[in-house]
């Protein structure tokens, strides 16, 4: 079964606006990683954050880890219709290197 | 670099026919990964190889077999296809598998064959 769950399934907004995406895990996690993917594209790496961090950033991208609630964020700033993509979380448990990933969020992002 | 590539890009097969996907990584990686993407589904393991040499089931391994021919290619074959694995296939590739501590070991991806079955 699935380990991450994003939330919301679909996001619109315009460009400019800032983009809030939620990912909820399960198990007990190594660390958790945020990926995008373009349509017809495979997924590219964005950010990793461990399990002993709480919040991370990378140019327009910030993340946050809540491991109390076994959940995470990752938030675009000033959005670019460029952003408009699916981004999924992934999570790596404590026992074995696989990484499980989410069912995604579409985020359309008009201009 | 090209990173890690697939072929083919598109596949139809009819019910029963067999092929093999190929990926291949020029970045020195040892782990490799094959899943399968369906709408609602998100990514799904089929099967890993975390070094050249050794290959392990994933989530949903039914139906396929993997060939680790050596430490650049990983390949995925379909032995009887079934409407069923009519998806999109990515082949991905790391540094290592990972296990414990904090290591990170991102994942790249290829750019995924799209495979009907009929």
């Known amino acids: 079964s699935q380990q991450g769950e994003e939330d919301p399934q679909a996001l619109s907004i315009q460009e400019g606006e800032n983009a809030t995406m939620n990912c909820s895990y399960k198990?007990?996690?190594?660390?958790l990683q945020w990926y995008r993917q373009n349509s017809g594209r495979g997924l590219v790496h964005l950010i990793l954050?461990?399990?002993?961090?709480r919040e991370k950033h990378s140019g327009r991208l910030r993340v946050t880890l809540d491991t109390s609630k076994k959940s995470s964020s990752l938030l675009i700033t000033a959005s670019r219709a460029a952003d408009t993509a699916s981004y999924f979380c992934?999570?790596?448990?404590?026992?074995?290197?696989?990484?499980?990933f989410g069912q995604g969020t579409e985020l359309s992002v008009k201009p | 670099n090209a990173g890690v590539t697939q072929t083919p890009k598109f596949q139809v097969l009819k019910t029963g026919q067999s092929m093999t996907l190929q990926c291949a990584q020029d970045m020195n990686h040892n782990s490799m990964y094959w899943y399968r993407q369906d709408p609602g589904m998100g990514l799904r393991l089929i099967y890993y190889?975390?070094?050249?040499?050794?290959?392990d089931k994933g989530e949903v391994p039914n139906g396929y077999n993997v060939s680790r021919l050596n430490k650049r290619e990983f390949s995925l074959r379909l032995e009887s296809a079934a409407p069923s694995q009519t998806s999109v296939y990515f082949c991905?590739?790391?540094?290592?598998?990972?296990?414990?501590?904090?290591?990170?070991?991102?994942?790249?991806f290829g750019p995924g064959t799209r495979l009907t079955v009929t």
């Open positions: 190889s975390a070094s050249e040499g050794t290959t």
């Open positions: 198990t007990s996690i190594n660390n």
């Open positions: 954050i461990r399990s002993n961090e």
């Open positions: 992934a999570t790596r448990n404590n026992q074995g290197g696989k990484l499980i």
């Open positions: 991905a590739s790391s540094e290592m598998l990972g296990s414990g501590g904090t290591n990170s070991y991102e994942q790249y």
